[in-house]
């Protein structure tokens, strides 16, 4: 800016030098005139004087010699500066014009520039718009297009899918309708089937009945013992026939077997059951039980507990024994069969138990040779009866049975089998049930009242009533036809049925009330029984060998016949030889050695 | 053993070769004939046979075979079986009427005849 200007700064030695020397050298000549003129005596003060005044003038001429530099330095160098500051200003100026037109410029440039862009944009936008307007068109309509080709498919799709539902529909309805009938031909086809088997089994458990009443009345008449051991194996023989048709009859669901008129006591339920197997020789009672099981319930008892039996015996080895136990519980009397044979395993277990509950009461289960257990279960659930199995302690199979206390009746310790002494205690016993007639529920336990009546009332007949017939009215007419009077006001009553008591029962009172009118004179009937018992008696004493030939004269008779031999028949015993009234009435003399049929053994299924 | 009102049924469930175990002879020494008297040793027991326990108690007095035998209702050799076992345990003793009370086959033969002529 200000350059620097040596003149100007330091203008002293040199600037100065001449002002000072034009000043000294006047001065000093004008002080050495002054001298040399004045006198002598002031000359010195004046020389001092004046040289010092000289001296001072020389330096106010230095100093405003100096004064006078400085200020034209200065005042070049503010020329100077000012000179610089104009150029700068220029400068400046020049500058900001330059700046203004750039910035003019580019705002131009900028102005166009925008808008270009925005033209551009503008255009781009528009375009974009544009497509993407025909885009949507497109997709529209491609989207129409497909929904209409998906909609008729769908349609087509939904009428084949119906016209072939339809189809289906109708084949399963022909089928159905097929099946259906079918279904009720075999229905009825197995119901015909059913009803055809039971009818046959019923008719094959009356001949069986039938066969075993003549088969014990022919053993009651052959004294033969080669004779009798055959009818006894024919005996079992038929009796284990007739326990297959209880069983084919119990799976067709016919009733089973005959029904007996009174109480059974739990020996001859266990022996009635033990006749039927084949292995019942192998079978040991042990029971002490005095109960009886009432009579329409006896038969099913005996059958079912013969299955069991059947089954111990046949499992396990052929010379063990079977061991069967009767125990009275409160809930009844339970019957455990135990064998030594082999142990049921688990699934075994499961099955058995599985049938002997009754649960499926189809015959899908049977096969035919193992029908035993099914048998079982049916008549487990008809009679409420419990059936489970377990291992044995002999090392089988042990089946505990419960017979339900419903369908057992109390009866006297010692169950003597109905013998004619039961006669004269028969009258007694019949008109306490006669006249209070009892429901057959109530003699349930032992020691009931209707149980113990007969049994004070029977005390005059001590001998071997079995109070248990008092319980249920006597088993047979045979014992009531010669009742005395106390029977008669029964007879005269209508008959009246009982539960548990069948047609059977109707007509045995029935018998009773047409056998009363000869009550009155029994003496032809002794008078038969004594003729019977006397030609046996001479048969046997004799020895004669009958028509048939028994022809063993030397076993049979004991030449020691007593004469008193027909004395029993003081006591009415009726034995299987008291022949029909009508029949015998005629010939009382000897009618036994020359007619040995004493009924009519034609109609045993009747 | 049918009763008269029902042709061709028998009225107990027990067949005749239960009650013997399946045995139709009483054994070829059998002392047992119609007549022989027996006599009960002792008294019934429980869990005994019921056919048993009735024999011992008709055979508290001396009873003949026939008439156990018809008591019982059962045919005169299966009697002879029951018998046979219950002398075999020595529940029972048999004896024989004695010789002289038995009459002559004669005199027998003649009643009979006499009988016949009725």
């Known amino acids: ?53 000289g001296l001072l003038l020389c330096a106010a001429v230095a100093v405003a010699v100096h004064g006078v530099l400085s200020a034209r330095a200065v005042r070049h160098r503010l020329e100077s500066v000012t000179q610089d500051l104009s150029r700068a200003l220029q400068e400046r100026a020049r500058f900001a014009e330059e700046t203004r037109q750039e910035r003019i410029r580019l705002t131009g440039e900028l102005d166009r520039e925008r808008t270009r862009l925005t033209a551009e944009l503008d ?4 375009r974009l718009a544009e497509s993407l307007a025909a885009e949507r068109a497109r997709l529209t309509e491609e989207h129409a297009a497909e929904s209409a080709r998906l909609a008729d498919e769908h349609a087509a799709e939904s009428a084949r899918l119906a016209e072939g539902h339809a189809a289906e529909r109708a084949r ?37 009945t ?22 006894l194996h024919l ?111 688990e699934a075994q277990l499961r099955r058995a138990e599985r049938a002997v509950s009754g649960e499926g009461t189809g015959f899908g289960g049977l096969t035919g040779t193992r029908l035993g257990l099914a048998v079982v279960g049916r008549l487990a659930r008809r009679y409420g009866l419990k059936v489970s199995f377990r291992p044995s302690a002999r090392g089988g199979t042990g089946v505990l049975m419960l017979v339900p206390q419903d369908i057992l009746v109390a009866r006297d310790g010692s169950a003597a089998p109905a013998g004619p002494a039961a006669v004269q205690a028969a009258p007694a016993a019949r008109a306490l049930p006669s006249a209070a007639s009892p429901a057959p529920e109530l003699p349930r336990r032992r020691g009931a009242s209707p149980a113990a009546a007969p049994e004070q009332a029977a005390g005059t007949a001590r001998a071997a009533a079995p109070a248990g017939t008092g319980a249920d009215p006597g088993p047979e007419p045979t014992h009531e036809s010669p009742a005395p009077s106390p029977a008669s006001p029964d007879a005269d009553a209508l008959p ?26 029994p003496t032809p009937e002794e008078t038969r029984t004594r003729a019977a018992r006397f030609g046996s008696f001479r048969q046997a004493v004799r020895g004669t060998p009958e028509p ?20 029993p028949a003081s006591g009415p015993a009726p034995d299987g030889h008291a022949p029909d009234s009508g029949a015998a009435g005629t010939a009382p003399t000897a009618p036994a050695p020359s007619h040995p049929h004493p009924h009519p053994e034609g109609d045993p299924t009747s | 053993m049918s009763g008269p009102g029902r042709p061709g049924r028998d009225d107990s469930p027990d067949r005749l070769y239960t009650l013997t175990g399946g045995r139709s002879r009483s054994g070829e020494n059998s002392p047992f004939d119609l007549v022989t008297l027996v006599v009960a040793e002792c008294d019934p027991a429980p869990g005994m046979q019921s056919e048993h326990a009735a ?64």
């Open chain 1, 1 to 53: 800016m200000t350059s620097p200007t040596p003149s100007g700064e330091r203008p002293s030695l040199r600037g100065l030098l001449p002002a000072l020397v034009l000043t000294a050298v006047p001065a000093a000549l004008a002080v050495a005139c002054a001298v040399v003129v004045a006198p002598d005596s002031v000359r010195v003060p004046l020389a001092l004087g004046g040289s010092a005044a």
């Open chain 1, 123 to 126: 255009h781009e936008r528009t």
């Open chain 1, 172 to 208: 399963l309805t022909e089928e159905n309708a097929r099946l259906a009938a079918r279904l009720r031909e075999a229905e009825s086809l197995r119901s015909a089937a059913v009803s055809a088997t039971a009818n046959a089994a019923g008719r094959m458990q009356a001949l069986a």
């Open chain 1, 210 to 231: 039938g066969m075993l009443a003549d088969l014990r009345a022919m053993e009651e008449r052959h004294s033969d013992e080669d004779v009798l051991a055959d009818l």
């Open chain 1, 235 to 345: 005996d079992h023989r038929t009796a284990q026939a007739g326990r297959l048709a209880d069983s084919v009859a119990v799976l067709t669901g016919a009733r089973s077997g005959r029904r007996w008129a009174r109480p059974i006591g739990m020996e001859s339920i266990l022996r009635g059951a033990m006749g039927r197997i084949n292995g019942y020789q192998r079978v040991r009672v042990h029971s002490t039980s005095g109960a009886a099981v009432a009579g329409h319930a006896a038969e099913a008892v005996m059958h079912a507990l013969a299955e069991l039996l059947d089954n111990a015996a046949n499992f396990s080895p052929p010379t063990a024994e079977v061991h069967v136990y009767v125990e009275e519980v409160p809930a009844g009397a339970i019957v455990s069969v135990e064998d030594s044979g082999l142990v049921m395993g």
């Open chain 1, 496 to 521: 009246r049925r009982r539960r548990g008591r069948t047609l059977a029962e109707a007509e045995r009172a029935r018998s009773a009330n047409r056998s009363a009118p000869q009550r009155p004179a």
């Open chain 1, 548 to 567: 048939s030939g028994t022809a063993r004269g030397t076993a049979g008779p004991a030449p020691g016949g007593d004469v008193s031999g027909p004395g």
């Open chain 2, 55 to 118: 024999i011992l108690r008709m055979t508290e007095r001396p009873t003949a075979v026939v008439e156990i035998a018809a008591e019982l209702r059962l045919p005169v050799s299966i009697t002879k079986i029951l018998l046979t076992d219950l002398l075999d345990a020595g529940r029972v003793s048999a004896r024989h009427p004695r010789r002289e009370a038995v009459p002559d086959l004669d005199i027998l033969e003649q009643v009979l005849v006499g009988l016949r002529n009725l």
